[in-house]
């Protein structure tokens, strides 16, 4: 042994110093000299590329795979588009879990991707499928094809872009069966309704009625956030100079005011509409071979518009007051006693006119006597929800929207107006007519336009902000994409997968676009464009009052929604479907609703505001709202708790939903 071990000594001292002993050994080392040159060129080659670049190279893979059409491909190729998107600013384990969160995805799957980046990253392709290579459900192991994470991803992938209240069992089956099976290649080729139905459900979807409630689509959007937090400022800032309601008979508590404050009161407008045949009867008690014949249609319509109060209720004097308007002169008295308005609409002879915004200003300039009759001393805040109809501006109202690009046009006249004193281009304070004088010299080249609107383009450049002859375009695709309601659903499913809500929130934001990409947007910039009122805002504010409008996508803050709740229920368990009896009904349940229940109306709007002005908001602010439905307000400590509830709530439902 121990010459053995002084040999192998005396060997190692010569390694790297003597000559290969035999030719195999020569072999091999021209070998690994060929692996080393190798291994360097590679290396050389290999310089770490920038997030831009292997940005780039994914999405050139998203198109190569769309080719192929291999849906597994396409999946992880958008999401590294996307990952090499976030990346740059929020580094690569940041930018996986936000992909993954986007996608409906946990850890698991971001550590997934971050996989599949780093072998894109050093050999240029995907990590091979495992699709075939393992038991699933497809081949018979007992294990459902939802526990294969591509598969899964591809059906919620799928569901992902169907609208709220289209997804079926139907549509769900068709696309199993037509395109996520064949792409996956596995060997199952097809499921039935039932299973789909089954999926759906694990998925936590549930057969549900329509309800109305709050609305989730752009209730969280940045611009409607902003817009909520100031209306709820407003109303936390005015709570010592209102009068409160406590306590179970919802008495009026009023207001502790110091010499020289007065009280503050906000008066709440809406419309509803009821139809002579929109009565309950989904249920009836029969004898056998009995059947009720029901119309198809919902019958005539009958609108409503009023104006509610959490002192009065309906805003309308009440009887002793109405008799004390009955002895006043007849320059004193009111003509309208009660502010709303019932109309019966029809194309048909005798029906009344559509609801329309001249009825609208008629009825509120009623209400505004109304309520400075019951609020002598009180500063009257109307508000309004905020509804393009709202909207609608005076005649000769400033607005760039309605004007056309170059001289002349069918469109409107508007009034002239004074050039900003902050115009950068020294016009400030400069008289600016919106149309060419009624007589202009023959010569002039604008001769044949005589007393017509001048358009944006020449308006500007009488401001000083485009030279003549600068090409610049009247409405760009910008301002069009910012003006849309909601996004189009013809978007690829990648697309809709990786839509971000922070990124569609930037998008509707005003700031984000430039303030020259076309002549719209300069010209609604403008100061005197931005000041212009709407007709209901310029009534109210000549009336002395003020005027609010509720964020958008926010009824639950409208006391008079609940309201039309309530009338309308009283409404169904009463119609027969006679057009006569239903007009009096609907005046009936106008008059019927109690006021400590309006009262409780107006205590849950003010429910919902003190959620929201905490900060809290989605599902949570909808939990705690219903959670804590007998407080006037709630605090922080009642959010807190409501959230914890809600989380242990949805840990219950998904592991319910595992189990199946």
């Known amino acids: 042994m121990s010459i053995d071990s002084d040999q192998d000594e005396e060997s190692l001292t010569h390694v790297g110093s003597a000559a290969p002993s035999s030719p195999s050994d020569e072999q091999e080392v021209e070998v690994a000299d060929g692996i080393a040159e190798f291994v360097e060129g590679v290396l050389d080659e290999g310089e770490p590329k920038t997030w831009e670049e292997l940005q780039a190279l994914a999405e050139e893979g998203l198109k190569n795979a769309r080719k192929r059409k291999s849906y597994r491909d396409e999946v992880v190729f958008a999401s590294l588009v996307q990952l090499y998107r976030f990346a740059p600013r929020q580094g690569r384990l940041r930018g996986s879990l936000r992909v993954a969160r986007n996608l409906g995805r946990g850890p698991a799957f971001a550590r997934v991707l971050n996989a599949h980046a780093r072998h894109f990253e050093a050999m240029g392709s995907l990590k091979p499928g495992q699709q075939g290579k393992r038991p699933s459900g497809s081949s018979g192991s007992g294990e459902s094809a939802l526990d294969d994470e591509a598969f899964s991803l591809g059906v919620k992938s799928f569901l992902r872009t169907l609208a709220p209240g289209t997804v079926t069992p139907t549509l769900l089956q068709h696309h199993v069966n037509e395109h996520l099976f064949p792409s996956l290649k596995l060997r199952k080729t097809s499921i039935s309704k039932r299973q789909a139905r089954r999926w759906l459900y694990r998925l936590g979807y549930r057969l549900k009625s329509h309800q109305k409630g709050v609305y989730w689509d752009g209730h969280e959007r940045k611009d409607v956030r ?33 010499e020289g404050e007065v009280e503050h009161v906000f008066i709440y407008q809406d419309e509803s509409t009821f139809h002579d045949n929109d009565f309950q009867g989904q249920g009836y008690y029969l004898k056998h071979g009995e059947q009720v014949l029901k119309k198809k249609t919902r019958g005539r319509l009958m609108h409503r518009s009023g104006y509610i109060c959490a002192r009065y209720g309906n805003l309308a004097l009440p009887p002793e007051m109405v008799e004390a308007n009955a002895r006043l002169p ?84 508007m009034h002239d107006t004074i050039i900003p004193l902050g115009n950068p281009h020294g016009h400030g304070g400069e008289l600016q007519s919106m149309q060419f004088p009624a007589h202009i010299p023959d010569n002039h080249p604008y001769k044949k336009f005589e007393g017509k609107p001048k358009g944006m383009r020449i308006i500007l450049e009488e401001c000083g902000y485009i030279k003549p002859g600068t090409k610049l375009v009247g409405d760009c695709k910008l301002c069009k994409a910012k003006r849309a309601r909601k996004p189009k659903l013809a978007l690829s499913p990648e697309e809709m997968d990786l839509a971000d809500c922070e990124d569609l929130v930037n998008d509707s934001e005003d700031e984000s676009r430039p303030s020259d990409c076309c002549l719209l947007r ?26 609010h409008f509720l964020p958008k996508f926010h009824p639950e803050l409208n006391p008079i929604e609940y309201y039309w709740g309530w009338c309308k229920n009283y409404f169904r368990e009463r119609s027969n479907g006679n057009f006569e009896r239903g007009k009096r009904l609907l005046q009936e349940a106008v008059d019927m609703c109690p006021l400590i229940t309006i009262r409780r109306f107006f205590r849950r709007a003010s429910r919902y505001l003190s959620i929201y002005h905490l900060g809290a908001t989605g599902v949570v602010a909808e939990f705690a709202a219903k959670r804590y439905r007998g407080h006037r307000g709630v605090m922080q400590k009642d959010i807190d708790q409501a959230q914890a509830e809600w989380e242990v709530k949805q840990t219950k439902l998904t592991v319910g939903q595992s189990l199946h």
């Not at 509120?364 to 508000?383: D, G, K, Q, T």
């Not at 300069?522 to 005027?547: H, P, R, S, T």
């Open 226 to 258: 902003k817009h909520r937090q100031e209306f709820c400022d407003l109303l936390k800032s005015l709570e010592p100079y209102m009068a409160m309601y406590e306590g179970p008979e919802m008495k009026e508590v009023p207001p502790n005011l110091a």
């Open 522 to 547: 300069i010209l609604e910039l403008q100061e005197d464009f931005q000041n212009e009122l709407c007709l209901l805002q310029k009534v109210v504010e000549e009336a002395g009052n003020q005027c």
């Open 330 to 413: 007849e320059g004193e008295r009111l003509t309208k006693t009660d502010s709303g308005v019932t109309i019966f609409p029809s194309n048909k002879d005798g029906g009344d006119t559509y609801w329309n915004t001249q009825q609208m200003i008629t009825q509120l300039r009623h209400a505004i006597l109304i309520a400075r009759r019951l609020f002598p001393n009180a500063v009257i805040h109307w508000v309004f929800d905020n509804s393009s109809c709202h909207d609608s501006r005076a005649p000769g109202a400033l607005n760039a929207r309605e004007m056309n690009v170059g001289p002349g046009g069918r469109v409107r006249h």
